[in-house]
């Protein structure tokens, strides 16, 4: 099980990749720190799972969700990992070609639901 993780805030990444490791010990994570740090690594790479972060310098989590369904045209779920929590955008989110949506800080057992559901 792969799992490509796109987020610039060094504390999120170590939040999020420790609650992976006990959620599902046997994956590997991949970091990318920013969306184009990502879409160069999807190019070349296969992953079972994305979550991405939407803020994120030089590209962030909307312009990359366009590349992976739109240029790459992958299937792969992407999970909308954001501090944003109301309606709008969380529409604008789902409208913009993610898979689902979750918001920081992470809860872990909305994680592992999320997980379940998307794998
Ligand atoms: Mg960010």
Do not use: H
Request: proline share 3%.
């Amino acid at each position: 099980m792969r799992f490509l993780l796109v987020e610039d805030e060094a504390f999120n990444i170590m939040v999020l990749e420790e609650m992976i490791k006990i959620l599902r010990p046997d994956a590997k994570v991949t970091i990318a720190n920013n969306g184009q740090e990502a879409y160069e690594i999807l190019k070349n790479d296969f992953f079972n799972l994305i979550l991405s972060d939407i803020n994120m310098p030089v590209m962030d989590g909307y312009e990359l969700i366009k590349k992976i369904r739109e240029e790459l045209k992958m299937q792969t779920p992407v999970i909308a990992v954001t501090a944003f929590a109301v309606q709008g955008d969380r529409e604008k989110i789902l409208m913009a070609g993610f898979s689902r949506y979750i918001s920081k800080p992470i809860d872990m057992t909305e994680l592992e639901k999320v997980l379940a559901t998307s794998l």
